[in-house]
């Protein structure tokens, strides 16, 4: 068994493809329409044929008071790994990334947190070579 697709809410679907394509540097996999809305996943560049991840819909009536708790407590809805966390930062700040926090270590990694502009903190993971 393995991971397909996991999935991640969106405030809007061509602002977060904007986002996680052309600023974080994922591909679309899939552009499906549905309706009003799309199957809308991307994946790594580096792994185009790994785990997607779907740029979902939050008009779900339970997604905005759970977005907001975990926002308001700094939890992030998900965690990419980068190769240097130092030099991921330089090249997100040119696009306006913001982060939430700052580049720290955390026992076996050095991580950060981001702001996604679509409603999410994203955590990035950079591993210690002792991790």
């Not at 994946?43 to 997604?63: K, M």
């Not at 950060?112 to 993971?125: E, R, S």
Request: proline fraction near 6%.
């Amino acid at each position: 068994m393995k991971i397909y697709v996991t999935s991640i809410f969106v405030d809007d679907q061509d602002k977060a493809e904007a986002f996680y394509t052309r600023v974080l540097g994922f591909q679309v996999k899939h552009n499906i329409p549905l309706g009003e809305d799309r199957w809308l996943t991307v994946v790594s560049s580096e792994a185009p044929d790994g785990t997607e991840l779907l740029l979902e819909p939050s008009n779900h009536p339970a997604v905005g008071p759970y977005r907001a708790a975990l926002v308001a407590d700094g939890i992030p809805a998900h965690s990419f790994q980068v190769e240097d966390l130092d030099a991921e930062r330089r090249r997100l700040e040119k696009h306006g990334v913001e982060f939430v926090q700052e580049p720290m270590d955390a026992g076996p990694v050095r991580m950060a947190i981001i702001d996604d502009t679509c409603g999410n903190l994203i955590q990035l993971i950079e591993m210690n070579e002792a991790g």
